[in-house]
């Protein structure tokens, strides 16, 4: 049976070349025997004539909030209703802009604010307006409440420019869709995540830490508990907010993070250590400040414990994922990380002027396990984190079998 026989898709269509991409997620859609309703923003139709849309989805196009033959039963109320989906494809700066803060002045952004349904956004844009601050802001604003973005790809642009903005294929966009009428690939698996710095104290004022944001972290434990996952999240000192269904532990230290680790993996299926623990500790803590008064000072530092190593080494494991950032030697230091802690996947990525910087909004990771590699390109860390939780998935229930 098909997955999308019967639901019933709206499908939003905002000003943007790409546009004519629409027209082909349409055919897909319908092909899976789905319910497709279009409606256009005015801008959308100086792009895409509504006839197309009309002869593709059987349906004549909406494009009015207020057409009189429509809102005399509250027509706008009614198609929210309708919807077991929404998908915006292209979504324009302006129509995310307006969607994350709420506004509600045409139709579609009436629809997407008035209904229930899980709302699916595939940005289009100049890689400029992308990765402009107010976008990437509207961005992370929409991902806290709720909607599912997919993409954007990298690549020439109509504009001529090249880089992140180009609207991901109607196949994907199809997938994505699918995907919302799916049993979670987790769904019943406990997962254990670690993310963000660890602080070791040399004084009451002062400590050794790393730049970590905690953002891949904190992404893909929300990607784990989209997937349906039961999701504990040991957390060192960042400022960021925790994903919904999540259940945060803070700590502070790595002799913190490692108790917290060492007290939940027992009851964990899957463990993913995207934390970045301090190596290092100071051997001695100052109790008092320490005064400046040497042209040098001395700091003598011990190792932390391992939790990745510990828990990898457990007789009953969960099934364990690393990370490593790196400088060089990307693969060889990961697969070095992968055999000498008997790890099940190691999700490696560049660091510095090699990569996209431990602070950026982005990301590119390569997974390697035993028996193959995967890499996964540029691309905001939340969908970045999605990706990854299913290729964890897949494999978790490839060695760990109901």
């Not at 019933?8 to 349409?26: D, F, M, P, Q, W």
């Not at 989906?85 to 002045?105: Q, T, W, Y």
């Not at 940005?123 to 992370?140: F, G, H, I, K, S």
């Not at 508990?225 to 999540?246: C, D, F």
């Amino acid at each position: 049976m098909k997955q999308l026989a019967n639901k019933r898709i709206l499908v939003g269509v905002t000003g943007g070349i790409a546009a004519y991409k629409s027209a082909e997620l349409v055919r897909r859609l319908r092909d899976q025997d789905a319910q497709v309703q279009v409606v256009m923003t005015r801008a959308a139709e100086a792009f895409v004539a509504p006839l197309t849309f009309q002869a593709l989805s059987g349906r004549p196009v909406r494009t009015e909030l207020l057409e009189a033959r429509q809102e005399s039963a509250m027509g706008h109320i009614e198609l929210a209703r309708w919807a077991h989906a929404i998908v915006v494809a292209p979504a324009s700066a302006d129509f995310m802009a307006r969607l994350s803060h709420g506004m509600a002045d045409d139709l579609l952004a009436t629809l997407c604010l008035a209904s229930a349904a899980p709302i699916v956004l595939a940005p289009a844009m100049n890689r400029q307006m992308w990765l402009a601050p107010a976008t990437q802001e509207n961005r992370l604003r929409l991902v806290r409440q709720g909607r599912v973005l997919l993409g954007p790809e990298q690549g020439e642009q109509a504009c001529g420019e090249t880089g992140p903005g180009r609207m991901v294929e109607p196949a994907v966009l199809l997938s994505g869709v699918e995907r919302l009428f799916s049993p979670g690939q987790l769904a019943g698996i406990k997962v254990l995540v670690t993310a963000g710095p660890t602080r070791e104290a040399i004084d009451p004022v002062r400590y050794v830490s790393n730049r970590s944001s905690g953002k891949m972290g904190y992404a893909v434990a929300a990607a784990a508990a989209a997937a349906g996952a039961q999701v504990t999240l040991v957390s060192g000192p960042v400022s960021l907010e925790t994903p919904a269904a999540v259940e945060r532990i803070p700590v502070t230290s790595a002799r913190e993070m490692h108790e917290a680790v060492k007290s939940r993996a027992p009851g964990a299926d899957i463990f993913i250590a995207a934390a970045a623990v301090a190596d290092y500790r100071p051997a001695a803590y100052a109790s008092h400040k320490l005064k400046k008064h040497a042209q040098r000072l001395a700091l003598e530092l011990e190792r932390t414990p391992d939790n990745l190593a510990e828990v990898a080494a457990m007789a009953r494991r969960p099934f364990c994922v690393g990370f490593a950032a790196e400088t060089d030697e990307l693969e060889a230091n990961a697969r070095r990380k992968l055999a000498d802690k008997s790890l099940d996947m190691v999700a490696a990525n560049w660091v510095g002027p090699s990569g996209p910087g431990i602070e950026s909004e982005e990301n590119a990771i390569a997974l390697y396990w035993p028996e193959g590699k995967l890499e996964l390109p540029l691309a905001p860390k939340d969908q970045l984190a999605a990706e990854l939780i299913e290729v964890i998935a897949k494999h978790y229930h490839e060695k760990s079998p109901a």
